[in-house]
């Protein structure tokens, strides 16, 4: 599978970002999907997913209540709807997915990475 990720721009603090994170091979459906976030000199860090098997979505904990996660099947196609943006929220984000059975937050268990797209939050 391809990911292929975008959307990302400069926002002033309290505005919103919609990402979105196009796949290329096999569906999404197949896969466990996770958004995740880097700054320089930092981990990178999950911020929302979906596991292959349904239920409700997970989210960081810095970003729970303000970012949403969804997908079109139609358009295999991801999206992270990101509100009430905080300069903190500044970074390049990636879309990523593997195939196991269970479902992670952890970065290392991915194998499938878009190229990044950045966000810049103006405070």
């Known amino acids: 599978v391809q990911l292929q990720a975008f959307g990302g721009g400069l926002v002033q603090a309290g505005g919103s970002l919609r990402l979105s994170c196009a796949a290329s091979?096999?569906?999404?459906?197949?896969?466990?999907m996770g958004w995740f976030r880097q700054t320089p000199g930092k981990e990178r860090e999950f911020v929302a997913g979906i596991s292959r098997s349904g239920g409700s979505p997970y989210y960081g904990e810095s970003v729970k209540g303000r970012f949403t996660i969804s997908g079109d099947n139609e358009k295999n196609t991801a999206y992270l709807q990101m509100n009430s943006l905080k300069f903190e929220d500044t970074a390049v984000y990636y879309c990523a997915v593997f195939s196991r059975a269970y479902y992670t937050t952890d970065y290392r268990a991915y194998n499938y990475w878009g190229q990044g797209t950045l966000v810049t939050v103006s405070s």
């Open positions: 091979g096999r569906t999404f459906s197949y896969y466990n």
